[in-house]
């Protein structure tokens, strides 16, 4: 690990400033930053620690959730208001990592986690567009297993690892940020960027940018949600595909519904495509398997992940008539 | 390897083949194991309890010092750079920057390292621990992807680790041999190592095999594997001089300290080292760089130093399982006989050291077929030397093996059992030994009650629960009961009625030391709280790794004869005038804090009381064992029945192991609640082999790409069924204590039954391990 100062923030502002005075990045539970920092794949110089506020979960006069940046992922899996109004968040939170590390791990931390190739984390050994910009890219003719099956690009097949990601994609998260120049939102689904030519650069935030709260819409639909990961074993192991899913039925027709993919691409990836091609229509696995086919029309294979495509399209089929058969 | 080398295989396998020969006809008295072992019928009721292990509270509270642990006055810490090509040259390493770091002591690198000189290979020589037959940073040459290039030594850990960072080697690459395909089309040779060839021919099982009604014909392969231990590689090292003090985490004690002081050419007993606790071993805590490094490092900075390994070093200097490619092919008879069986395995080794996964191993005991083939051949890949890990050769032969039957008994459309039993062969087949203990029929019998195995359909994909299709499948593990020369022991029996057996094993948490206590104990006639076993110190007696599942039997024969000679000389304290006069060795035994006439207990006197009328406060007597020629005598190997349900998901391909029971015919077992815990561990280990464990070695360039357990899968908790176990505890007339090695026999046939447990759930039969998923959709 390369040394570094290490301040606490007290509050945003005292962040912000703190970042924007010694170009430090933030910390959260460091449970993947201090990893990349022992790899010497990142060496920040200072490090400011945000975990000391922002750690409520709030109920909004909507009643809608904000969700502070430096709320545990436990913590976030346990909320009796999230449990019941939410229950694909919990569940895509609880399928993660294990329960040491979403002990330690904040929400803001969770948003911004980078990629698990291998050829990433190999800091001396492998070339990586991500590490190094212009350098290549080993994975792209390499092990690429678990790598990227929608949107990647010549330059980087990686895909984001987060599964809390992915629910948040489905139930239209806002991430409230601060900087410099003062606050926005964000909606989740335009936070993380697809490769392109430069896959070094992971989102849309500028450098000193905090995450200050997610904010979770009132969304009836969602409470009737669910998280499906698959991988290859059982627990503590990212996801091959994961489905996050919301159906909302009236009459045997889908009255509303979301879907988000997550280990396909390099961004949590919200299915627009099929959720057009649902609305309306009947609620039968022949439409949910036509919904599927739309959204992965556009999959790509690499060299060792062409099931991917396939188990996606099982799995959101699964998914949907799990949500479908349940009653209300 | 040499052609000097290649001479030496083909001569020791020549001498070793005479000898066998003579050893199989000489009459049962003259070998070993002719007379058993009196501990067989010992019922002071100690062997088989299920004592709990003397260690445990040292473990459970953190007093127990691992090698990483010890603190030494001045010590430096050491951080290593691994190479990033698999073969060429170092053409230039600018040290500056890292030597002008903080709290940095020095840089090592072949320039200013100290001469050492070079060890042959453990498997060419038997008193070393080398893995492979390379020079330790002695020059610019690059032999693997990952090999030591520099060693940084410096105050702490953290700034060893940083200096490190500032390293960036300069290298020119050569031509490396690192995909497989390349390095079979460069040549192939017939395996050999100490002595065994592993080849055999019996018959024309080619033209048989054609000439058979019913055939399976089929191609296996199984991946690399990496070690895994708990506890990371480390060692802490200390000069005195010319004499070398080593904390180390071993299963090669006196072999580590022979090969230390071979290569700082020292005198054997100017090395010590020390190893009480090792947190698993399983065929990877050998010697490999990192000790020679560290050692040199310490005389270089004249200061003691400690050297970890992250976790990923242990994946760049630690060779692991190799690859295999196995042709495995049965004819029968239609009635189910089987006719010829080909096993010809090819497997990946380096031109550096010599193990070519001996996987025919299993096969060469297991069936009865009057024609067999069985090879394996070896390939040379420029990689980090490839060792043994657990239930080598057996671990990866028996997948292919055991598929290769399941496969057979459907075609013939016959129960998998009865087909096994029905080509259960009378004596050895390829030897012709007889064998010393055989009960698969009954751990068959047993286990298929035990588990519900009537309950099973024939036919796959018949059970449905859900999305969860459920299968059952069953296979047969084998592995050889072996014994190592070298064992010897020292035992000393106090005037107030204690005891302690001192011997150089390893304790690498399955046991050893109270298994041992336990035996002296049992031969002693005291309780266990007299006695004590002392290991992990290289001066004590004995030269025995920890391999082969043979430490047990090796130290055990050397206790035998060790307790022998003591029972002897304690016969002749107690002279000619009380209650054991005029009795011989053999008529007594260890009884109620003495020695008693076995067929009269009456007659006894204790070790107290020898001990005070000799006016002496003790008595320590040390033997070694006798040569392990038993097992050229007859055929002596364990043998398990492996039962196991999974679920596969009809959606996804998940795979859930849901049951598991081993049935194991072991000899006896002398501890109940370690050996139950060896066979679960190692079952544990064939679920990871069977469904997620290989090594990603990225084959453009010798590298291993998931070096670290967030991407090398093994089994968690929630992969790990309940797992059953249960045993005959039948001893082996022949083998000490009646009791055969049982780490390693757990994760043979663990595979194959998994695999046929998936083709009973799905009719998906998968020949290439691991079974992910992607293999089922
Ligand atoms: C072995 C292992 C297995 C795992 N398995 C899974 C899994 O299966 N599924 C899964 O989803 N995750 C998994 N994880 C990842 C885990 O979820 C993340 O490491 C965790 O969520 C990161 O949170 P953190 O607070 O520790 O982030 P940090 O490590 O503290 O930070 C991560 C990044 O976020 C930035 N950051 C933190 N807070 C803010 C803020 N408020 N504003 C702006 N930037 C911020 C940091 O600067 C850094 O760049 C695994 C991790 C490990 C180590």
């Known amino acids: 690990m390369t040394p570094f100062q290490y301040a606490g923030a007290s509050d945003a502002a005292d962040a912000v400033r703190r970042a924007e005075a010694t170009g430090a990045r933030y910390l959260g539970g460091g449970t993947n930053l201090v990893d990349l920092m022992r790899e010497t794949i990142e060496r920040p110089a200072a490090l400011v620690d945000v975990t000391g506020f922002s750690r409520e979960v709030i109920e909004q006069e909507n009643s809608g959730l904000r969700i502070g940046a430096a709320t545990r992922n436990t913590a976030l899996a346990e909320h009796p208001l999230v449990r019941t109004r939410y229950p694909v968040l919990t569940r895509a939170i609880v399928a993660g990592a294990t329960a040491q590390i979403r002990n330690m791990a904040t929400v803001g931390g969770n948003l911004l986690q980078r990629t698990r190739c291998t050829y990433f984390y190999d800091d001396d050994g492998s070339r990586c567009n991500k590490r190094s910009p212009g350098q290549g890219c080993d994975a792209l003719d390499g092990f690429n297993r678990g790598h990227a099956i929608l949107g990647a690009s010549k330059a980087c097949v990686a895909v984001n690892p987060s599964d809390m990601c992915v629910a948040l994609a489905a139930l239209d998260a806002i991430i409230h940020l601060e900087s410099p120049g003062g606050a926005r939102r964000l909606p989740l689904t335009d936070l993380h960027r697809l490769p392109g030519e430069r896959p070094d650069i992971e989102t849309v935030l500028a450098p000193g940018e905090l995450i200050t709260a997610i904010e979770l819409p009132a969304l009836p639909i969602s409470m009737r949600s669910g998280y499906r990961k698959v991988r290859d074993r059982a627990s503590y192991a990212f996801a091959l595909v994961s489905v996050a899913a919301a159906l909302h039925i009236e009459d045997g027709h889908i009255e509303d519904v979301r879907l988000a993919l997550g280990g396909v691409s390099h961004k949590p990836w919200r299915a627009w495509r099929a959720e057009e091609a649902l609305r309306g229509q009947p609620a039968s696995e022949a439409m949910f398997r036509r919904a599927a086919d739309a959204e992965l029309s556009e999959a790509r294979p690499l060299k060792d992940n062409g099931f991917k495509i396939e188990l996606a399209r099982r799995t959101i089929v699964a998914i949907l008539a799990q949500l479908a058969g349940e009653k209300r | 390897m040499s052609l000097r080398e290649k001479a030496k295989q083909r001569l020791q396998a020549t001498a070793m083949s005479m000898v066998q020969k003579a050893v199989a006809l000489a009459p049962d008295a003259w070998v070993p194991g002719g007379d058993p072992d009196p501990l067989i019928h010992h019922r002071n009721g100690l062997i088989g309890a299920p004592i709990p292990r003397l260690d445990a509270p040292e473990k459970v509270t953190g007093t127990a010092r691992f090698a990483a642990e010890v603190p030494l006055d001045g010590m430096l810490y050491a951080a290593l750079v691994y190479s990033t090509i698999a073969k060429g040259r170092l053409v230039s390493l600018d040290t500056s920057a890292a030597e002008a770091a903080p709290g940095v002591a020095l840089v090592m690198t072949h320039r200013n390292a100290p001469r050492l000189k070079p060890l042959p290979t453990f498997t060419s020589n038997l008193r070393s621990a080398a893995q492979d037959s390379l020079p330790v940073l002695q020059d610019d040459r690059i032999h693997w992807n990952g090999q030591p290039v520099a060693l940084v030594l410096a105050e702490t850990q953290d700034q060893a680790d940083y200096a490190k960072s500032l390293l960036h080697p300069v290298y020119e690459p050569g031509h490396a041999i690192t995909r497989f395909a390349e390095a079979k089309a460069a040549g192939l040779e017939t395996g050999a190592m100490m002595g065994m060839r592993f080849k055999d021919e019996i018959g024309d099982a080619e033209t048989v095999l054609a000439a058979c009604p019913v055939t399976v014909d089929e191609v296996y392969s199984t991946p690399r594997h990496n070690h895994n231990a708990l506890e990371l590689h480390a060692v802490t090292v200390v000069w005195d001089g010319d004499d070398l003090t080593v904390h180390d985490a071993t299963q090669k004690l006196a072999h580590t300290a022979w090969s230390l002081a071979h290569a700082f050419d020292l005198a054997e007993l100017q090395v010590r080292v020390f190893s009480p606790y090792v947190g698993g071993g399983f065929g990877g805590k050998g010697l490999w760089q990192h000790q020679l490094l560290a050692a040199a490092a310490a005389r270089l900075a004249g200061r003691p130093v400690r050297l970890v390994l992250s976790r990923e070093g242990v994946y760049r200097i630690v060779g692991g399982r190799t690859l295999t490619e196995q042709r495995l092919a049965i004819g029968a008879r239609p009635d189910g006989r089987f006719k010829a069986l080909v096993h010809l395995g090819t497997v990946a080794m380096t031109p550096h050291n010599n193990m070519p996964e001996p996987l025919i191993m299993g096969t060469r005991g297991s069936y009865a077929a009057r024609a067999l083939r069985l090879e394996v051949q070896a390939a040379r890949v420029d990689m980090i030397a490839n060792t043994f890990m657990r239930g080598p050769g057996e671990a990866v032969g028996t997948f292919a093996l055991e598929s290769a039957v399941d496969e057979l008994a459907v075609r013939l459309g016959m129960d998998p059992i009865e087909l096994r039993l029905l080509n259960e062969p009378e004596k050895e087949p390829t030897s012709g030994l007889p064998f010393s203990l055989r009960e698969v029929e009954k751990i068959f019998r047993d286990g298929a009650e035990r588990f519900g195995w009537s309950r099973r359909s024939q036919t796959p994909g018949q059970r449905r629960q859900g999305e969860w299709l459920i299968g059952m499948g069953v296979a047969r593990g084998t592995y050889p009961h072996n014994r190592m020369p070298g064992g010897a022991a020292r035992l000393t029996v106090t005037r107030d009625g204690r005891a302690t057996v001192e011997f150089a094993g390893q304790e690498m948490?399955?046991?050893?030391?109270?298994?041992?206590?336990?035996?002296?104990?049992?031969?002693?006639?005291?309780?266990?709280?007299?006695?004590?076993?002392?290991?992990?110190?290289?001066?004590?007696?004995?030269?025995?790794?920890?391999?082969?599942?043979?430490?047990?039997?090796?130290?055990?024969?050397?206790?035998?004869?060790?307790?022998?000679?003591?029972?002897?000389?304690?016969?002749?304290?107690?002279?000619?005038?009380?209650?054991?006069?005029?009795?011989?060795?053999?008529?007594?035994?260890?009884?109620?804090?003495?020695?008693?006439?076995?067929?009269?207990?009456?007659?006894?006197?204790?070790?107290?009381?020898?001990?005070?009328?000799?006016?002496?406060?003790?008595?320590t007597v040390e033997a070694t064992a006798p040569l392990p020629l038993e097992t050229m005598h007859w055929s002596m190997h364990s043998h398990s029945a492996m039962f196991c349900e999974v679920r596969v998901n009809a959606v996804t391909g998940e795979i859930r192991v849901s049951r598991i029971l081993g049935a194991f015919d072991c000899g006896r077992i002398l501890n109940a609640r370690t050996a139950a815990s060896q066979f679960r561990g190692a079952i544990i280990m064939g679920i990871g082999l069977a469904l997620m464990e290989e090594t990603q070695f990225d084959e453009r360039n010798g590298r291993i790409m998931n070096a670290s357990l967030a991407e090398y899968h093994v089994p968690v908790h929630m992969d790990v069924p309940d797992i059953e176990v249960m045993w005959t505890d039948t001893p082996d007339p022949h083998a000490p204590m009646g009791a055969h090695g049982v780490g390693e026999i757990g994760i043979t046939g663990t595979a194959a039954a998994i695999a046929n447990a998936v083709f009973n759930a799905t009719g998906k039969r998968i020949r290439d391990l691991p079974i992910t998923l992607d293999k089922l959709l």
Do not use: C, W
């Not at chain 2, 290289?538 to 206790?559: W, Y």
């Open chain 2, 509 to 619: 948490g399955m046991g050893t030391a109270t298994v041992h206590a336990q035996v002296t104990a049992e031969r002693l006639g005291l309780p266990m709280t007299h006695v004590i076993a002392t290991v992990g110190d290289s001066t004590l007696p004995g030269r025995v790794m920890a391999v082969a599942s043979a430490q047990t039997a090796s130290f055990g024969a050397a206790i035998a004869a060790t307790h022998k000679k003591l029972v002897k000389e304690l016969i002749g304290l107690a002279g000619n005038d009380g209650p054991l006069a005029g009795l011989s060795p053999d008529q007594v035994g260890g009884l109620n804090a003495g020695l008693a006439k076995l067929d009269d207990p009456t007659r006894h006197e204790s070790y107290a009381s020898i001990l005070s009328r000799a006016g002496q406060a003790e008595l």
